[in-house]
């Protein structure tokens, strides 16, 4: 069964102190992985694509990799304005889009 | 450039009372456009998805439907609403390699 498991479910840092944000996934046929940021009662924001085993993007303070199991979210030195839920979601060759639960970040100053 | 409007932002509704969620897309033409709910510690769900007017597809059986009158407007409706209809509602627009989402409505039915 397709699967994408994101973890921690939360997570607690103090401003600069940095960290990484897991999502693995079981699925047949991934044609992709992306992560999107959402604010508290607001849609999700697009953020990353990710495409083949060893792909790296980066915004800002965010790093996003991508193996053939899982792909990280690294936060380097957040700030407050980096807390929200980052939720990483996982394409198919079939076109589906599977997404994950999400890990609620807050970053305390 | 493109926005993409959806009201209301929260609903309080009775059981058995009737829904209709609208979202607009402005700044493009023959957007797809989607449907998906977010319910607590589930991830989001997609619910229907429209390539043009009149085109429907509905991923999940539900107490739900959707219609798309104008190119660039969907709407999402209920005859009779439950209590498990309630949750968070997204309307996007794009593909499935980049969404572009509404603010959403916060949906409580009591």
């Known amino acids: 069964e397709d699967q994408v498991t994101q973890s921690p479910e939360a997570l607690r840092l103090q401003e600069g102190e940095s960290s990484s944000l897991n999502c693995s996934y079981t699925?047949?046929?991934?044609?992709?992985l992306f992560w999107y940021r959402q604010d508290p009662g607001k849609g999700p924001e697009f953020l990353f694509t990710l495409y083949s085993a060893g792909e790296e993007k980066e915004k800002e303070r965010l790093k996003a990799t991508l193996t053939k199991k899982e792909s990280f979210l690294h936060i380097t030195a957040p700030k407050p304005e980096d807390s929200a839920t980052y939720l990483c979601a996982v394409l198919k060759n079939t076109d589906k889009l599977i997404f994950g639960t999400g890990t609620r970040l807050q970053v305390f100053p | 450039s493109q926005t993409i409007h959806q009201w209301p932002a929260t609903l309080v509704q009775p059981v058995g009372s009737p829904l209709s969620l609208e979202c607009t897309v402005e700044?493009?033409?023959?957007?797809?456009l989607y449907w998906y709910r977010q319910a607590a510690g589930r991830g989001l769900q997609l619910l229907f998805y429209?390539?043009?007017?009149?085109?429907i597809s509905s991923e999940v059986p539900q107490n739900l439907s959707a219609s798309r009158p104008q190119d660039r407007q969907f709407i999402l409706s209920s005859k009779k609403l439950l209590l498990s209809d309630s949750g968070f509602y997204l309307c996007?627009?794009?593909?499935?390699?980049?969404?572009?989402f509404g603010s959403g409505t916060q949906l409580s039915v009591l």
């Open positions: 429209s390539v043009g007017i009149g085109q």
């Open positions: 699925v047949s046929g991934l044609r992709g």
């Open positions: 700044g493009t033409s023959n957007p797809n």
């Open positions: 996007a627009w794009g593909t499935s390699e980049k969404l572009f």
